[in-house]
Each structure stands twice: as C-alpha cells, then as structure tokens.
T-cell receptor, first 113, second 114 residues
Framework: DSGVTQTPKHLITATGQRVTLRCSPR?????VYWYQQSLDQGLQFLIQ???????AKGNILERFSAQQFPDLHSELNLSSLELGDSALYFC????????????FGPGTRLTVL | AQSVTQLDSHVSVSEGTPVLLRCNYS??????LFWYVQHPNKGLQLLLK??????LVKGINGFEAEFKKSETSFHLTKPSAHMSDAAEYFC????????????FGQGTELSVKP
C-alpha cells in the first residue's frame, strides 16, 4: 500500500459525459501528479500540482482539467468524454518534485461506452 | 529532449535463472532514472532509482541496475527469477527543469516459467 488513495476504482460512463476522479496524496506530500495509461499511448504524464499550484503540464487535453485543494487532495475532471478516453488513470504523490520518489495510487479504470 | 527506450517488449525466463531487462536513455542533462514495476491490476511500485550517486543501484526484491553513461544504459538485473517477479516493468526518466514530470518507456513484460 503506497498511501495514495484514488476513488472510484472503476467508472463506466457514456460518450459526452463528464466525470471527476479523486486523489488523496500520502501524508506530508505536497506534489500530486496525474498519469494516463492506455494500450496505444502507454503511460503518459498529464499534469502536476505542487502545494495547490500547477507545476508542470504534459499532454493533457483541453477537455481535461485538474486542481489541487488546500487540503492537498486533487481532482481530475474529464469532460465531453470520447471512446478514446477509456484508460487507467493514476495519481501519484511526492514530497517535492524532480528527483523525489513518486508513490502511485491503485488507479481509476475509466470505461467510456 | 529526454526519453527512454526499453529494448524488449517481452522477456521470458525460467524460475531461478537471471533476469535482464534493457533500457537506454537519452538526456542532455545528468538524468534521474527509475525502474517501476506493475503487477496485473495493480498500481506502480518503485523498484529503484538513480540520482547521480553510486552507479550501481540496489532496489527491492533483489533487483539492481547499473547506470552506464558511456552506453547511455540503465539495465535492470536480478540474479535469480522468482515466479512472483512476473509483471510489467517500466524504465523511467525524470524530466529536468519540468517539476516532477516522468517519461515512461513502453514497458517490458516479464514472464517466469516454472
């Protein structure tokens, strides 16, 4: 158990819908990261927040947005969902950034029908 | 730009034999490199990391990796495979000056035969 929690574990929804994925970092960690894992794209970095502020951005679609709240938990919002958004979404956390070890949550499996 | 290339998409070994998973990296800066493991239907777990200290890095579960700058490689090894080692392994580089952004290799699936 990494100490990072993600909810829900599974999510099934329809195209065009909007969903919110939630992540709680390990106690004491200030950075939260979001990754997407799909069969065709592999594991891709989406976005990082550090202590409430966006720190780094990857290949995150405009339909996707994230935020980190004062209690340091984070939410990833996915809107206007398409079939291709079906994937495993991981959250990770670390104390700071760059060389710090990132601890991954168990992931949320999103299925868009 | 930084990147990692895992040279084998699938490796199969017999239990008790050595494991070698190959990774080459590309980086303009001194890289921070990691190996993560993903067991079926599980999250990612850190095996080991290199951050410019000792070039031979020891990790969990008997795994180790050697950073070779001249060969731009960071291969993962284990002297004796166990059935529980069957999983997907990812070689990862941390992107310099971009927060904690990680770039993952495509993964190597390790199968262990009895």
């Amino acid at each position: 158990d990494s100490g990072v929690t993600q909810t829900p574990k599974h999510l099934i929804t329809a195209t065009g819908q909007r969903v919110t994925l939630r992540c709680s970092p390990r106690s004491g960690d200030l950075s939260v990261y979001w990754y997407q894992q799909s069969l065709d794209q592999g594991l891709q970095f989406l976005i990082q927040y550090y202590n409430g502020e966006e720190r780094a951005k990857g290949n995150i679609l405009e339909r996707f947005s994230a935020q980190q709240f004062p209690d340091l938990h984070s939410e990833l919002n996915l809107s206007s969902l398409e079939l291709g958004d079906s994937a495993l979404y991981f959250c990770a956390s670390s104390v700071g950034s760059y060389t710090d070890t990132q601890y991954f949550g168990p992931g949320t499996r999103l299925t868009v029908l | 730009a930084q990147s990692v290339t895992q040279l084998d998409s699938h490796v199969s070994v017999s239990e008790g034999t050595p494991v070698l998973l190959r990774c080459n990296y590309s980086s303009s800066y001194s890289p921070s490199l990691f190996w993560y493991v993903q067991h079926p239907n599980k999250g990612l777990q850190l095996l080991l990391k290199y951050t410019s200290a000792a070039t031979l890095v020891k990790g969990i579960n008997g795994f180790e990796a050697e950073f070779k700058k001249s060969e731009t490689s960071f291969h993962l090894t284990k002297p004796s495979a166990h059935m529980s080692d069957a999983a997907e392994y990812f070689c990862v580089v941390s992107v310099y000056n971009q927060g904690g952004k990680l770039i993952f290799g495509q993964g190597t699936e390790l199968s262990v035969k009895p």
